[in-house]
């Protein structure tokens, strides 16, 4: 009988899990911007992530644009959020910093990243800046049920 108990408990927590992660999906991680830096398309064999609006993609099957010496090799290794909104590759654009765009860089930042990121590249996690504020305390406008293969169990 425990032995029958314990078994269903064991299936039941396996059966949960399978839930959370189904089959062929990876779960996502939290990005500092140390470690969203390693992959920066620079070493053959690593993956290329970038960051849009917090979300960390999988661009490798862009290798040709976001890899070594490719056009858009820039964006790559950072949040460039602010690179996308306004279709730039300057130093100064190359950041998660959305202040000051105008409503028009707004709709654009959100039709690319629907319409490009989104609907192209895996999502591979999130950017601890969209989670938690500069000064570590938690962003009460991160709602995880709003995020694509998040769950709370799976990141914390």
Known sequence: MYF?????????????????????????????????????????????????????????????????????????????????????????DLTSDTSGLTEEQMKSLEDIFINVYKAKYPIVGYTSRRILNEDGTPNKNFKPEDQPNFTIKDEF
């Open 4 to 92: 029958t108990f314990c078994s269903f408990v064991i299936l039941s927590s396996f059966a949960q899990e399978l839930k959370h992660n189904p089959v062929g999906t990876k779960p996502v991680r939290l990005f500092t911007d140390e470690d969203l830096a390693k992959y920066n398309g620079q070493e053959d064999g690593q993956p290329i992530y970038m960051a849009v609006k917090g979300v960390v993609f999988d661009v490798s099957s862009g290798k040709d644009f976001y890899g070594k010496d490719a056009p858009y090799n820039a964006l790559v290794g950072k949040d460039s959020t602010r690179a996308v909104a306004k279709m730039s590759l300057k130093p100064d």
